[in-house]
């Protein structure tokens, strides 16, 4: 976890690399069985061109990052808004990056406000968003 | 289990999906863990419920064989923890359906509750169907 919570620090990045084997695992954990996501001949003849990594696949490594960073906090009280940009296929190798925009406070209560962003091996852009997590209050 | 489905073509603004039960038990939260490549850390991850959400959508909603479903934004809000074993109720309904030439959009609220009815979690899925 972050031992310092201060505006522009950077929270420690998440790489993972996709797989079609790992969007079927999704698939069976998910119940999202899209053939745009499992169906690779189908999928070839989309606009896509191929098959493309569940959005929620791409959040759950968003969500192991601000875990990662703030713990319970993101877990129990966390916020996200995320705008899906780019797809991610099987062989990309996706790096989320995040940093604290801001700590503010509301009614006694601190929150930090993140920005974060999912990038493949080309630079594109895949998924960015921001984060509202609840930190303290002045009555806890 | 037999679940009733409904057409896209059927859905209209204000519509509410049947809600969805689910028991999050440890091998639910281990075959979700494996999928996302996570080791996880003692909680149920609340993207976890969140694809107990997506499966109840899904597995209510019957679409044209070949049709395409993009994900294009999310809104997430978590109000606690669950433990393992939780038994959790998903609520979902559809606040707008948007045709705009040969592509529609639907846009879902849903709510997950706990046992006790509290709020879990709550968010917003805008989703494309290019046709």
């Given at each position: 976890m972050l031992t310092e919570i201060q505006e522009g620090k950077a929270l420690n990045p998440v790489v993972k690399h996709i797989t079609q084997?790992?969007?079927?695992?999704y698939a069976e954990a998910s119940g999202d069985f899209n053939p745009i996501h499992l169906d690779e001949s189908f999928a070839a003849t989309t606009p896509l061109g191929g098959t493309i990594?569940?959005?929620?696949?791409?959040?759950a490594y968003v969500s192991e990052?601000?875990?990662s960073a703030f713990g319970q906090s993101w877990l129990s009280e966390g916020k996200l808004r995320a705008k899906f940009k780019e797809p991610a296929r099987p062989g990309d190798t996706l790096t989320i990056n995040g940093k604290i925009d801001c700590v503010e406070q509301k009614d006694g209560?601190?929150?930090a406000n993140c920005n974060f962003e999912c990038l493949n091996q080309k630079g594109e852009t895949i998924v960015t968003g921001e984060t509202i997590i609840k930190l303290s209050s002045d009555k806890e | 289990m037999s679940v009733k489905t409904i057409s896209y073509e059927e859905l209209i603004p204000g519509y509410e999906f049947p809600p969805a039960i689910y028991e999050l038990s440890a091998s639910l939260v281990s075959k979700?863990?494996?999928?996302?490549?996570s080791a996880g850390d003692g909680f149920i991850p609340p993207l976890a419920i969140t694809a107990c959400v997506i499966a109840a959508m899904t597995g209510s909603?019957?679409?044209?064989?070949?049709t395409i479903v993009i994900h294009a934004s999310q809104e997430l809000e978590f109000f606690k923890l669950v433990p393992i074993g939780a038994t959790i109720e998903c609520h979902i309904g559809v606040a707008q359906k948007i045709t705009r030439g040969k592509m529609s959009m639907l846009v879902l609220e849903f709510e997950v509750l706990d046992k006790g009815k509290e709020k879990v979690q709550?968010?917003?899925?805008?989703?494309a169907l290019p046709t």
């Amino acid at each position: 976890m972050l031992t310092e919570i201060q505006e522009g620090k950077a929270l420690n990045p998440v790489v993972k690399h996709i797989t079609q084997e790992k969007i079927n695992l999704y698939a069976e954990a998910s119940g999202d069985f899209n053939p745009i996501h499992l169906d690779e001949s189908f999928a070839a003849t989309t606009p896509l061109g191929g098959t493309i990594a569940h959005g929620m696949l791409n959040l759950a490594y968003v969500s192991e990052m601000m875990t990662s960073a703030f713990g319970q906090s993101w877990l129990s009280e966390g916020k996200l808004r995320a705008k899906f940009k780019e797809p991610a296929r099987p062989g990309d190798t996706l790096t989320i990056n995040g940093k604290i925009d801001c700590v503010e406070q509301k009614d006694g209560v601190s929150y930090a406000n993140c920005n974060f962003e999912c990038l493949n091996q080309k630079g594109e852009t895949i998924v960015t968003g921001e984060t509202i997590i609840k930190l303290s209050s002045d009555k806890e | 289990m037999s679940v009733k489905t409904i057409s896209y073509e059927e859905l209209i603004p204000g519509y509410e999906f049947p809600p969805a039960i689910y028991e999050l038990s440890a091998s639910l939260v281990s075959k979700y863990l494996e999928a996302v490549d996570s080791a996880g850390d003692g909680f149920i991850p609340p993207l976890a419920i969140t694809a107990c959400v997506i499966a109840a959508m899904t597995g209510s909603l019957s679409l044209p064989s070949g049709t395409i479903v993009i994900h294009a934004s999310q809104e997430l809000e978590f109000f606690k923890l669950v433990p393992i074993g939780a038994t959790i109720e998903c609520h979902i309904g559809v606040a707008q359906k948007i045709t705009r030439g040969k592509m529609s959009m639907l846009v879902l609220e849903f709510e997950v509750l706990d046992k006790g009815k509290e709020k879990v979690q709550s968010g917003r899925a805008t989703i494309a169907l290019p046709t």
